[in-house]
């Protein structure tokens, strides 16, 4: 897992080359004007842009990936993001879905939580559990956000 901020020159430092790609390719948008929906970066690459309100972590389900590195990037608002550096014990997920590459679980083992504001990102690679769209101390935010499906082959 790797976290930034889009507004610091140093945003790419650490990171694999092209998720530093595809964050510099973000900064040459308006982010706020993005239409909700899928959006093709590259032929491998693409961003669904999403807008909804934060909710209690209880009512929600953590994810995995296997296929696809996942960059989570906030546009407006503020987000908690539960995530862990365990593997995941498989056993207590939903079966895979291969064809949207995701597997669900209700918790997290070992967790902790990220605070994500507008231009912050949070970059899960696959098998990283997260738990995006949670609730910020106990209040809900609306928010509007970008999540980078990147294939791992390009890693």
Known sequence: ???????????????????????????????????????????????????????????????IHRQYV???????????????????NLSLYTEYNEQDDYQLTPDIDAKSEIILQAKMFAVFLPYEPHKPGCLVGQQSHHIKKLVIKIPVSLL
């Not at 650490?14 to 948008?29: N, S």
């Not at 970066?41 to 909710?55: G, L, P, R």
């Not at 996942?70 to 987000?79: A, C, P, S, Y």
């Open 1 to 63: 897992m790797f976290i930034g901020d889009l507004t610091k020159q140093d945003y790419k430092l650490g990171l694999p080359a092209v998720i530093g790609e595809a964050l510099d390719y973000l900064q040459t948008i308006n982010l706020e004007e993005l239409t909700l929906g899928r959006h093709d970066i590259t032929e491998q690459i693409y961003m669904n842009v999403m807008e909804f309100d934060t909710s209690a972590a209880e009512s929600k389900q953590a994810e």
């Open 70 to 88: 996942d960059v989570q990037v906030l546009i407006r608002g503020t987000e908690a993001i539960q995530c862990s550096p365990v593997y995941p």
